[in-house]
Protein backbone atom coordinates (compact mmCIF):
# COMPACT_ATOMS: atom_id res chain seq x y z
CA UNK A 1 0.00 0.00 0.00
CA UNK A 2 1.04 3.60 -0.79
CA UNK A 3 -0.28 6.76 1.14
CA UNK A 4 0.34 10.24 1.68
CA UNK A 5 -0.04 12.25 4.85
CA UNK A 6 0.19 15.88 4.74
CA UNK A 7 -1.14 17.14 7.31
CA UNK A 8 -2.82 20.59 7.21
CA UNK A 9 -2.70 21.03 3.59
CA UNK A 10 -5.24 19.98 0.76
CA UNK A 11 -4.26 17.47 -1.83
CA UNK A 12 -4.78 20.26 -4.83
CA UNK A 13 -2.01 22.81 -2.65
CA UNK A 14 1.22 21.24 -3.55
CA UNK A 15 2.23 18.40 -5.82
CA UNK A 16 1.57 14.57 -3.85
CA UNK A 17 5.28 12.68 -3.41
CA UNK A 18 4.79 9.29 -4.59
CA UNK A 19 5.64 6.59 -1.85
CA UNK A 20 6.47 3.00 -1.99
CA UNK A 21 4.26 -0.02 -1.31
CA UNK A 22 4.32 -1.07 2.43
CA UNK A 23 5.13 3.13 2.87
CA UNK A 24 3.58 6.37 3.54
CA UNK A 25 5.11 9.96 3.23
CA UNK A 26 4.42 12.35 6.20
CA UNK A 27 5.75 16.12 5.65
CA UNK A 28 6.78 17.44 9.24
CA UNK A 29 5.74 20.38 10.51
CA UNK A 30 7.27 22.59 12.80
CA UNK A 31 8.17 20.97 16.61
CA UNK A 32 7.85 17.81 14.83
CA UNK A 33 9.90 14.58 16.78
CA UNK A 34 10.54 11.41 15.71
CA UNK A 35 9.15 9.83 18.67
CA UNK A 36 5.95 11.78 18.46
CA UNK A 37 5.76 11.07 14.91
CA UNK A 38 6.08 7.23 15.25
CA UNK A 39 3.81 7.43 18.71
CA UNK A 40 1.04 8.99 15.96
CA UNK A 41 1.57 6.64 13.08
CA UNK A 42 1.86 3.21 15.00
CA UNK A 43 -1.50 1.98 14.61
CA UNK A 44 -1.04 2.61 10.93
CA UNK A 45 1.91 -0.09 10.49
CA UNK A 46 2.91 -3.49 11.42
CA UNK A 47 4.78 -2.54 13.88
CA UNK A 48 4.32 -3.01 17.88
CA UNK A 49 6.18 -0.27 19.76
CA UNK A 50 6.53 3.39 19.37
CA UNK A 51 10.60 2.74 19.60
CA UNK A 52 10.35 -0.04 16.91
CA UNK A 53 8.49 2.22 14.81
CA UNK A 54 11.81 5.04 15.43
CA UNK A 55 13.85 2.67 14.68
CA UNK A 56 12.47 1.65 11.71
CA UNK A 57 12.11 5.72 10.42
CA UNK A 58 15.62 6.28 11.02
CA UNK A 59 16.83 3.46 8.95
CA UNK A 60 14.54 4.29 6.16
CA UNK A 61 15.33 7.59 6.09
CA UNK A 62 19.25 8.01 6.01
CA UNK A 63 19.12 11.80 5.56
CA UNK A 64 17.94 12.57 9.39
CA UNK A 65 20.54 13.47 11.95
CA UNK A 66 21.09 11.90 15.21
CA UNK A 67 18.84 14.36 17.06
CA UNK A 68 14.96 13.66 17.15
CA UNK A 69 13.61 17.12 15.94
CA UNK A 70 12.21 17.30 12.52
CA UNK A 71 12.36 20.02 9.96
CA UNK A 72 9.43 21.75 8.59
CA UNK A 73 8.69 20.72 5.70
CA UNK A 74 10.98 18.00 5.83
CA UNK A 75 9.42 14.35 3.94
CA UNK A 76 9.34 11.40 5.87
CA UNK A 77 9.00 8.32 4.79
CA UNK A 78 6.74 5.77 7.07
CA UNK A 79 7.89 1.83 6.48
CA UNK A 80 5.58 -1.11 7.24
CA UNK A 81 2.34 0.73 6.51
CA UNK A 82 -0.65 -1.52 6.75
CA UNK A 83 -2.56 -1.83 3.59
CA UNK A 84 -5.88 -2.48 6.63
CA UNK A 85 -5.85 -3.08 10.34
CA UNK A 86 -5.20 -6.17 11.50
CA UNK A 87 -7.92 -9.23 11.57
CA UNK A 88 -6.85 -11.68 13.48
CA UNK A 89 -8.47 -15.43 13.84
CA UNK A 90 -8.17 -17.83 16.79
CA UNK A 91 -5.46 -20.62 16.01
CA UNK A 92 -7.65 -23.54 17.36
CA UNK A 93 -6.29 -26.75 19.71
CA UNK A 94 -7.60 -29.60 21.74
CA UNK A 95 -8.31 -28.77 25.31
CA UNK A 96 -5.51 -31.46 25.96
CA UNK A 97 -2.66 -29.40 23.70
CA UNK A 98 0.74 -29.04 26.03
CA UNK A 99 1.23 -25.02 27.02
CA UNK A 100 4.26 -24.13 27.86
CA UNK A 101 3.72 -20.45 29.10
CA UNK A 102 5.12 -17.37 30.83
CA UNK A 103 3.16 -14.55 32.45
CA UNK A 104 3.14 -11.26 31.07
CA UNK A 105 1.36 -7.95 32.22
CA UNK A 106 0.11 -5.80 29.91
CA UNK A 107 2.62 -3.32 30.63
CA UNK A 108 5.18 -5.62 29.71
CA UNK A 109 3.54 -7.01 26.99
CA UNK A 110 3.26 -3.90 24.62
CA UNK A 111 6.82 -2.89 25.76
CA UNK A 112 10.21 -3.37 23.85
CA UNK A 113 11.48 -5.47 26.44
CA UNK A 114 8.40 -7.37 26.38
CA UNK A 115 8.65 -8.43 23.18
CA UNK A 116 12.07 -9.79 24.35
CA UNK A 117 11.09 -12.01 26.59
CA UNK A 118 8.44 -13.26 24.87
CA UNK A 119 10.98 -14.10 21.47
CA UNK A 120 13.11 -15.15 23.95
CA UNK A 121 10.68 -17.82 26.13
CA UNK A 122 10.01 -18.85 22.25
CA UNK A 123 13.53 -19.93 21.58
CA UNK A 124 14.15 -21.57 24.85
CA UNK A 125 10.90 -24.00 23.96
CA UNK A 126 8.04 -21.97 25.42
CA UNK A 127 4.93 -22.42 22.94
CA UNK A 128 2.18 -20.30 24.83
CA UNK A 129 1.97 -16.34 26.98
CA UNK A 130 -0.23 -15.25 29.14
CA UNK A 131 -0.84 -12.32 29.05
CA UNK A 132 -3.23 -9.65 30.81
CA UNK A 133 -6.09 -8.24 29.30
CA UNK A 134 -7.93 -7.01 32.94
CA UNK A 135 -5.80 -6.80 36.29
CA UNK A 136 -7.12 -7.24 39.52
CA UNK A 137 -7.49 -3.70 39.72
CA UNK A 138 -9.56 -3.41 37.40
CA UNK A 139 -7.48 -1.92 34.85
CA UNK A 140 -8.44 -2.99 31.28
CA UNK A 141 -5.23 -2.93 29.00
CA UNK A 142 -6.32 -2.66 25.57
CA UNK A 143 -9.09 -0.31 23.69
CA UNK A 144 -12.27 -1.68 25.00
CA UNK A 145 -15.88 0.42 24.48
CA UNK A 146 -18.63 -0.29 27.23
CA UNK A 147 -21.40 1.59 29.18
CA UNK A 148 -19.06 0.31 33.08
CA UNK A 149 -15.79 1.51 31.45
CA UNK A 150 -14.61 5.12 31.10
CA UNK A 151 -11.48 6.28 29.79
CA UNK A 152 -8.77 4.08 31.02
CA UNK A 153 -5.25 3.80 29.61
CA UNK A 154 -4.21 1.18 27.14
CA UNK A 155 -1.04 -0.79 26.75
CA UNK A 156 -2.08 -3.01 24.07
CA UNK A 157 -3.60 -0.74 21.61
CA UNK A 158 -3.96 -3.06 18.69
CA UNK A 159 -4.63 -6.82 20.19
CA UNK A 160 -5.36 -7.99 16.97
CA UNK A 161 -2.14 -6.76 15.76
CA UNK A 162 -0.49 -7.98 19.05
CA UNK A 163 -2.08 -11.79 18.81
CA UNK A 164 -0.73 -11.95 15.55
CA UNK A 165 2.22 -11.36 16.76
CA UNK A 166 2.78 -14.30 19.13
CA UNK A 167 0.78 -16.64 15.71
CA UNK A 168 3.69 -15.75 13.87
CA UNK A 169 6.04 -16.94 16.93
CA UNK A 170 4.45 -20.39 16.37
CA UNK A 171 3.04 -18.93 19.98
CA UNK A 172 -0.54 -20.05 21.97
CA UNK A 173 -2.33 -16.76 23.17
CA UNK A 174 -3.90 -16.43 26.43
CA UNK A 175 -5.70 -13.58 27.53
CA UNK A 176 -5.76 -13.47 31.54
CA UNK A 177 -8.83 -11.40 32.88
CA UNK A 178 -9.35 -10.82 36.14
CA UNK A 179 -12.83 -11.38 37.08
CA UNK A 180 -14.55 -9.96 40.34
CA UNK A 181 -11.89 -8.40 42.35
CA UNK A 182 -12.13 -4.88 40.60
CA UNK A 183 -11.04 -1.70 42.62
CA UNK A 184 -11.62 0.65 39.27
CA UNK A 185 -14.99 -0.97 38.76
CA UNK A 186 -16.31 -0.84 42.69
CA UNK A 187 -14.60 3.21 42.93
CA UNK A 188 -16.50 4.51 39.70
CA UNK A 189 -19.76 2.32 40.56
CA UNK A 190 -20.17 1.63 44.19
CA UNK A 191 -23.37 0.16 43.46
CA UNK A 192 -21.70 -2.75 41.91
CA UNK A 193 -19.52 -3.81 44.84
CA UNK A 194 -20.49 -6.36 47.69
CA UNK A 195 -22.64 -4.36 50.30
CA UNK A 196 -22.31 -3.80 53.99
CA UNK A 197 -24.99 -4.85 55.93
CA UNK A 198 -23.81 -2.57 58.86
CA UNK A 199 -23.25 0.82 56.55
CA UNK A 200 -25.60 0.39 53.96
CA UNK A 201 -21.53 0.81 52.10
CA UNK A 202 -19.62 -0.74 50.18
CA UNK A 203 -18.35 -3.60 52.12
CA UNK A 204 -14.72 -3.54 52.63
CA UNK A 205 -11.92 -6.87 52.72
CA UNK A 206 -9.44 -6.09 54.74
CA UNK A 207 -10.08 -2.16 54.48
CA UNK A 208 -9.73 -2.19 50.72
CA UNK A 209 -12.67 -1.53 48.75
CA UNK A 210 -11.85 -3.93 46.03
CA UNK A 211 -14.50 -6.48 45.53
CA UNK A 212 -17.92 -6.28 43.20
CA UNK A 213 -20.62 -8.33 43.41
CA UNK A 214 -19.77 -11.30 41.41
CA UNK A 215 -23.74 -12.21 41.90
CA UNK A 216 -24.82 -8.89 40.46
CA UNK A 217 -25.77 -9.54 36.31
CA UNK A 218 -24.23 -6.21 35.48
CA UNK A 219 -20.77 -7.27 36.72
CA UNK A 220 -21.25 -10.67 34.89
CA UNK A 221 -22.19 -9.45 31.76
CA UNK A 222 -19.46 -6.59 31.46
CA UNK A 223 -17.04 -9.32 32.35
CA UNK A 224 -18.58 -11.88 29.47
CA UNK A 225 -18.33 -9.06 27.04
CA UNK A 226 -14.65 -8.47 27.77
CA UNK A 227 -13.78 -11.65 26.95
CA UNK A 228 -16.28 -12.35 24.11
CA UNK A 229 -14.36 -9.30 22.84
CA UNK A 230 -11.11 -10.48 23.24
CA UNK A 231 -11.96 -13.35 21.79
CA UNK A 232 -13.17 -11.73 18.38
CA UNK A 233 -9.49 -9.98 18.23
CA UNK A 234 -7.98 -13.84 18.03
CA UNK A 235 -7.08 -15.13 21.23
CA UNK A 236 -7.02 -18.57 21.62
CA UNK A 237 -7.59 -19.02 24.93
CA UNK A 238 -9.02 -17.05 27.69
CA UNK A 239 -8.26 -17.41 31.02
CA UNK A 240 -10.57 -16.20 33.81
CA UNK A 241 -8.65 -15.26 37.21
CA UNK A 242 -10.29 -14.30 40.19
CA UNK A 243 -13.29 -16.08 39.68
CA UNK A 244 -14.77 -16.44 43.44
CA UNK A 245 -15.95 -14.42 46.16
CA UNK A 246 -13.99 -12.57 48.39
CA UNK A 247 -12.25 -15.22 51.16
CA UNK A 248 -10.70 -12.37 53.19
CA UNK A 249 -12.68 -9.90 55.68
CA UNK A 250 -15.67 -9.72 57.66
CA UNK A 251 -17.88 -12.71 56.05
CA UNK A 252 -20.84 -11.96 57.92
CA UNK A 253 -21.14 -8.50 57.04
CA UNK A 254 -20.86 -9.33 53.57
CA UNK A 255 -23.94 -8.99 51.17
CA UNK A 256 -24.88 -10.10 48.32
CA UNK A 257 -27.53 -9.96 44.84
CA UNK A 258 -27.99 -13.73 44.97
CA UNK A 259 -28.87 -13.83 48.63
CA UNK A 260 -32.20 -12.32 47.37
CA UNK A 261 -32.61 -13.51 44.05
CA UNK A 262 -31.73 -17.04 45.11
CA UNK A 263 -31.92 -17.29 49.24
CA UNK A 264 -31.07 -21.22 49.00
CA UNK A 265 -28.21 -20.84 46.80
CA UNK A 266 -24.86 -20.70 48.09
CA UNK A 267 -21.65 -18.87 46.96
CA UNK A 268 -20.73 -22.45 44.97
CA UNK A 269 -24.19 -22.02 43.33
CA UNK A 270 -23.37 -18.22 42.04
CA UNK A 271 -19.70 -18.96 40.26
CA UNK A 272 -20.80 -22.50 38.64
CA UNK A 273 -24.26 -20.73 37.11
CA UNK A 274 -22.28 -17.76 36.06
CA UNK A 275 -19.51 -20.05 34.30
CA UNK A 276 -22.53 -22.07 32.24
CA UNK A 277 -23.29 -18.58 31.30
CA UNK A 278 -19.84 -17.57 30.19
CA UNK A 279 -18.95 -20.82 28.56
CA UNK A 280 -21.99 -21.20 26.60
CA UNK A 281 -20.98 -17.68 25.25
CA UNK A 282 -17.60 -18.21 24.58
CA UNK A 283 -17.19 -21.69 23.19
CA UNK A 284 -18.81 -20.88 19.98
CA UNK A 285 -15.87 -18.60 19.31
CA UNK A 286 -13.48 -21.27 19.16
CA UNK A 287 -11.39 -20.08 22.07
CA UNK A 288 -10.31 -22.04 25.14
CA UNK A 289 -11.78 -21.69 28.47
CA UNK A 290 -9.22 -21.70 31.27
CA UNK A 291 -10.35 -20.78 34.99
CA UNK A 292 -7.84 -20.37 37.93
CA UNK A 293 -8.14 -21.86 41.36
CA UNK A 294 -6.48 -21.53 44.20
CA UNK A 295 -4.33 -24.32 44.84
CA UNK A 296 -5.89 -24.88 48.37
CA UNK A 297 -9.30 -26.26 47.05
CA UNK A 298 -7.97 -30.02 46.31
CA UNK A 299 -8.01 -30.13 50.17
CA UNK A 300 -11.77 -29.30 49.65
CA UNK A 301 -12.44 -28.14 52.74
CA UNK A 302 -15.80 -26.41 53.45
CA UNK A 303 -14.05 -22.98 55.08
CA UNK A 304 -12.81 -22.76 51.82
CA UNK A 305 -15.69 -24.00 49.89
CA UNK A 306 -18.05 -21.91 51.76
CA UNK A 307 -16.00 -18.48 50.93
CA UNK A 308 -14.79 -18.69 47.93
CA UNK A 309 -17.70 -20.45 45.80
CA UNK A 310 -14.63 -22.24 44.03
CA UNK A 311 -16.34 -25.59 43.64
CA UNK A 312 -13.98 -27.50 41.38
CA UNK A 313 -16.60 -30.53 40.20
CA UNK A 314 -18.65 -27.81 39.40
CA UNK A 315 -16.55 -25.69 37.63
CA UNK A 316 -14.99 -28.54 35.75
CA UNK A 317 -18.53 -28.54 33.73
CA UNK A 318 -17.91 -25.63 32.56
CA UNK A 319 -14.09 -25.25 31.41
CA UNK A 320 -11.75 -26.82 29.41
CA UNK A 321 -8.15 -26.08 31.54
CA UNK A 322 -8.32 -25.63 35.14
CA UNK A 323 -5.19 -24.35 36.40
CA UNK A 324 -4.62 -24.23 40.09
CA UNK A 325 -2.21 -21.85 41.48
CA UNK A 326 -0.13 -24.59 43.37
CA UNK A 327 2.87 -22.32 43.96
CA UNK A 328 4.69 -24.33 47.23
CA UNK A 329 5.50 -21.25 49.14
CA UNK A 330 2.05 -20.82 49.10
CA UNK A 331 0.88 -23.67 51.32
CA UNK A 332 1.89 -22.16 55.03
CA UNK A 333 0.78 -24.26 57.74
CA UNK A 334 -0.30 -27.30 55.89
CA UNK A 335 1.17 -30.88 56.87
CA UNK A 336 2.90 -30.33 59.44
CA UNK A 337 5.72 -28.89 56.97
CA UNK A 338 7.53 -25.72 58.70
CA UNK A 339 9.37 -24.40 55.16
CA UNK A 340 6.49 -25.42 52.00
CA UNK A 341 8.29 -23.18 49.93
CA UNK A 342 11.25 -25.62 50.32
CA UNK A 343 8.94 -28.78 49.69
CA UNK A 344 7.95 -28.49 45.82
CA UNK A 345 7.60 -32.24 45.10
CA UNK A 346 5.40 -32.64 47.58
CA UNK A 347 2.97 -30.25 47.50
CA UNK A 348 3.11 -30.31 43.72
CA UNK A 349 2.44 -34.01 43.84
CA UNK A 350 0.14 -33.92 46.59
CA UNK A 351 -2.19 -30.99 44.97
CA UNK A 352 -1.86 -32.73 41.24
CA UNK A 353 -3.05 -36.15 42.66
CA UNK A 354 -6.41 -34.23 44.76
CA UNK A 355 -7.18 -32.07 41.50
CA UNK A 356 -7.34 -35.34 39.42
CA UNK A 357 -8.74 -37.46 41.40
CA UNK A 358 -12.02 -34.65 42.22
CA UNK A 359 -12.44 -33.93 38.59
CA UNK A 360 -11.91 -37.63 37.45
CA UNK A 361 -14.48 -38.30 34.41
CA UNK A 362 -15.05 -34.76 33.98
CA UNK A 363 -12.46 -34.32 31.00
CA UNK A 364 -11.28 -31.03 32.20
CA UNK A 365 -7.57 -30.65 31.58
CA UNK A 366 -5.51 -29.87 34.81
CA UNK A 367 -2.45 -27.02 33.98
CA UNK A 368 -1.32 -25.73 37.08
CA UNK A 369 0.53 -22.18 37.61
CA UNK A 370 3.88 -23.24 39.12
CA UNK A 371 6.17 -20.83 41.20
CA UNK A 372 9.12 -18.93 39.32
CA UNK A 373 10.07 -16.63 41.73
CA UNK A 374 11.73 -16.96 45.55
CA UNK A 375 9.77 -15.89 47.33
CA UNK A 376 9.73 -17.88 50.83
CA UNK A 377 11.88 -20.09 49.61
CA UNK A 378 15.80 -20.95 49.92
CA UNK A 379 15.92 -23.30 47.46
CA UNK A 380 14.82 -21.25 44.62
CA UNK A 381 16.88 -22.26 40.83
CA UNK A 382 16.51 -23.57 37.89
CA UNK A 383 16.46 -27.47 39.42
CA UNK A 384 13.45 -26.08 41.73
CA UNK A 385 12.09 -25.26 38.29
CA UNK A 386 12.51 -28.93 36.52
CA UNK A 387 11.27 -30.51 39.86
CA UNK A 388 7.49 -28.62 39.91
CA UNK A 389 7.43 -29.35 36.13
CA UNK A 390 8.16 -32.85 36.34
CA UNK A 391 6.50 -33.68 39.51
CA UNK A 392 3.24 -32.07 37.76
CA UNK A 393 3.63 -34.24 34.68
CA UNK A 394 4.08 -37.65 36.55
CA UNK A 395 1.10 -36.56 38.39
CA UNK A 396 -1.35 -36.01 35.40
CA UNK A 397 -0.63 -32.41 34.39
CA UNK A 398 -0.53 -31.42 31.01
CA UNK A 399 1.73 -28.57 30.39
CA UNK A 400 2.61 -25.63 33.21
CA UNK A 401 2.37 -21.89 33.54
CA UNK A 402 4.86 -19.77 35.26
CA UNK A 403 3.88 -16.77 37.55
CA UNK A 404 6.35 -14.31 38.10
CA UNK A 405 4.63 -10.77 38.92
CA UNK A 406 7.76 -9.13 38.17
CA UNK A 407 8.34 -11.08 35.17
CA UNK A 408 11.88 -12.20 35.58
CA UNK A 409 11.60 -15.32 34.08
CA UNK A 410 15.90 -16.15 34.35
CA UNK A 411 15.49 -19.68 36.06
CA UNK A 412 12.87 -21.14 33.89
CA UNK A 413 15.49 -19.27 30.81
CA UNK A 414 18.08 -21.89 32.23
CA UNK A 415 16.08 -24.83 33.00
CA UNK A 416 14.05 -25.02 29.99
CA UNK A 417 16.57 -25.85 27.62
CA UNK A 418 18.06 -29.22 29.68
CA UNK A 419 14.62 -30.44 30.31
CA UNK A 420 14.62 -30.89 26.38
CA UNK A 421 18.29 -32.07 25.96
CA UNK A 422 17.35 -34.85 28.83
CA UNK A 423 13.85 -35.61 27.56
CA UNK A 424 15.75 -36.38 24.57
CA UNK A 425 18.96 -37.84 25.61
CA UNK A 426 16.34 -40.77 27.11
CA UNK A 427 14.92 -41.15 24.20
CA UNK A 428 11.90 -42.37 26.43
CA UNK A 429 8.34 -42.87 24.95
CA UNK A 430 6.91 -41.04 27.92
CA UNK A 431 9.50 -37.93 28.49
CA UNK A 432 9.85 -36.64 32.28
CA UNK A 433 9.00 -33.28 31.49
CA UNK A 434 7.30 -32.78 28.72
CA UNK A 435 5.86 -33.46 25.23
CA UNK A 436 7.06 -30.91 23.14
CA UNK A 437 3.53 -30.03 21.95
CA UNK A 438 3.54 -26.85 18.95
CA UNK A 439 0.89 -25.78 17.10
CA UNK A 440 -0.17 -26.63 13.79
CA UNK A 441 2.09 -26.43 11.05
CA UNK A 442 5.22 -26.97 13.31
CA UNK A 443 7.59 -29.45 13.41
CA UNK A 444 7.43 -30.99 16.87
CA UNK A 445 10.99 -32.21 16.34
CA UNK A 446 12.64 -28.93 15.49
CA UNK A 447 11.12 -27.28 18.29
CA UNK A 448 12.35 -29.63 20.68
CA UNK A 449 16.05 -29.23 19.69
CA UNK A 450 18.32 -28.16 22.55
CA UNK A 451 18.86 -24.06 22.53
CA UNK A 452 22.50 -23.51 21.34
Known amino acids: ?83 APIVEHTVPVPRDFEVRAIYLTGVMAASDHGIRIIKHWREVG ?37 VHFLHSENMHAIARIAMFRDERMVVEHPELAVQSKKNHAPWR ?36 DYVRFPAEGDQKDASFVFQTEHPTWQRSD ?9 YAELHPTGVLLSLDVFGVMAWQRQVDLSHTGQDIVGMAKYC ?29 GESMERFELITKGS ?23 KVQVATAREKGGIGFLFWNAANDYSKPYTAMPEMKAADLKAGAKEPKYFRGDELPGVTVRAALMPAN
Request: glycine share 8%.
Open 126 to 162: GNAVVFDIKDSDGSVNIPFEHPLLGPHKVYIHDLPKF
Open 270 to 278: VITDFLRKA
Open 363 to 385: GVVIRPWLQAFHWRTKTYSPEYI
Open 320 to 348: DVLSPMIYPSHFFGMDNIEHPGDAPEHFI
Open 1 to 83: MSATITPGLKSADIPQPISAPGTAVYQAKRGDTIPGLSHQQLHNTAYLTSSELADAIRATNKNLGSGNFLKAGEQITIPGVLP
Open 205 to 240: ENGKLVWTDSSNHKVQDYDIALAKFVAQSGADEIQF
